[in-house]
């Protein structure tokens, strides 16, 4: 089991940059397929990225490729997010998940951070 926490979220304007952290304790972190969402005010929570265990395999929604890069460091249980070219609608809470996987219909995850706030000013 694990317990991922994110860090790294706040305010920033349209066209720039931030970067999203999820340290994730237990030791059994390597095993596990990592990934953010997010959900914005009155959505639902959406897939944004997945990286498999190894770090070799990555997925990405069709809104965010080409602009986000997820990345893990097994070492030191750890997952990225690094977000450039953001734009007013990527707005949202954004979430880190252990255990994501493809389901019917989308992604899901087994267990889930409390988020951080990512607010993309015009």
């Known amino acids: 089991q694990v317990q991922p926490v994110e860090s790294g979220g706040g305010l920033v304007q349209a066209g720039g940059s931030l970067r999203l952290s999820c340290a994730a304790s237990g030791r059994t972190f390597s095993r596990y397929a990592m990934g953010w969402f997010r959900q914005a005010p009155g959505k639902e929570r959406e897939f944004v990225a997945a990286v498999s265990w190894s770090g070799g395999s990555t997925y990405y929604a069709d809104s965010v490729k080409g602009r986000f890069t997820i990345s893990r460091d097994n070492a030191k249980n750890t997952v990225a997010l690094q977000m450039n070219s953001l734009k007013p609608e990527d707005t949202a809470v954004y979430y880190c998940?252990?255990?994501?996987?493809?389901?019917?219909?989308?992604?899901?995850?087994?267990?889930w951070g409390q988020g951080t706030q990512v607010t993309v000013s015009s």
């Open positions: 998940a252990a255990g994501v996987r493809g389901v019917p219909g989308g992604w899901s995850g087994d267990y």
